[in-house]
């Protein structure tokens, strides 16, 4: 199994550009999460997906921010308009939700970059 | 909301020495607890998971504890190895059907020569 596979794994880009960042979860996993690391606030949750339907996208920390799940292997995490604030690692996770443990697989990571 | 608390923040060790990761949670009402490894610059790896029914679980030299009722978890590792050096962090997932983990904010270990 090639694990959780984010892409690209790092990103720089200016100001105001769009950013899209992209999740292949495990095969047969049925949820999807997306979080951000920073070194003031840790790692967050932003939001999450069971079965390709959004559950909790209370963490997006505002409407610059949007994911989607198209489909059961791929989803997409998109900043427009993108500001040096949102610099960070974001992670990309995936679980199985209906087996006993729910534990959760991350991906490598995504280091963006906004100048 | 729940809380989660590691400490020390950070440990450096030398070689060979066995040493205690603690992890501590102020809602006891949780499902399970992760712990996880962050290599600098990497993703995280999941090391142990502990169901709530549980009072520890162990994997080669690590070993974690679950004191449910005083919101305590304990990562213990034996004969430290520099390979161990990296950030661990613990993480609970409430009770019931809700899968949103919380994260504690990580112990760095230095494990040196």
């Known amino acids: 199994d090639a694990g959780v596979i984010q892409s690209p794994r790092h990103e720089v880009t200016e100001m105001g550009q769009e950013v899209t960042l992209r999740c292949k979860p495990i095969?047969?996993?049925?949820?999807l999460f997306w979080y951000r690391q920073t070194m003031m606030r840790g790692l967050e949750l932003l939001i999450y997906?069971?079965?390709?339907?959004?559950?909790?996208d209370s963490g997006m920390p505002e409407d610059r921010f949007s994911a989607k799940m198209p489909n059961a292997s791929f989803s997409t995490l998109k900043i427009q308009p993108s500001e040096p604030r949102d610099s960070a690692v974001y992670f990309c996770?995936?679980?199985?939700?209906?087996?006993?443990?729910?534990?959760?697989?991350f991906g490598p990571g995504t280091r963006l970059t906004v100048t | 909301k729940q809380e989660v608390t590691q400490i020390p923040a950070a440990l450096s060790v030398p070689e060979g020495e066995n040493l205690v990761l603690n992890c501590s949670f102020t809602?006891?009402?949780?499902?399970?607890l992760q712990w996880f490894r962050q290599d600098p610059g990497k993703g995280l790896t999941s090391l142990l998971l502990?169901?709530?029914?549980?009072r520890e679980q162990t994997s080669g030299r690590l070993n974690a504890s679950l004191d449910k009722s005083s919101g305590r978890s304990t990562l213990y590792i034996a004969a430290s190895q520099p390979g161990d050096s990296a950030t661990y962090l613990c993480?609970?997932?409430?009770?019931?059907?809700?899968?949103?983990?919380?994260f504690g904010t990580g112990t760095r270990l230095q494990v040196t020569l």
């Open positions: 996770a995936s679980s199985f939700e209906q087996g006993a443990t729910y534990e959760q697989y």
């Open positions: 095969s047969g996993h049925n949820s």
């Open positions: 997906f069971n079965n390709n339907v959004p559950i909790d």
């Open positions: 809602d006891s009402a949780i499902y399970n």
């Open positions: 502990i169901q709530s029914s549980q």
């Open positions: 993480a609970v997932r409430p009770g019931g059907t809700a899968s949103k983990l919380t």
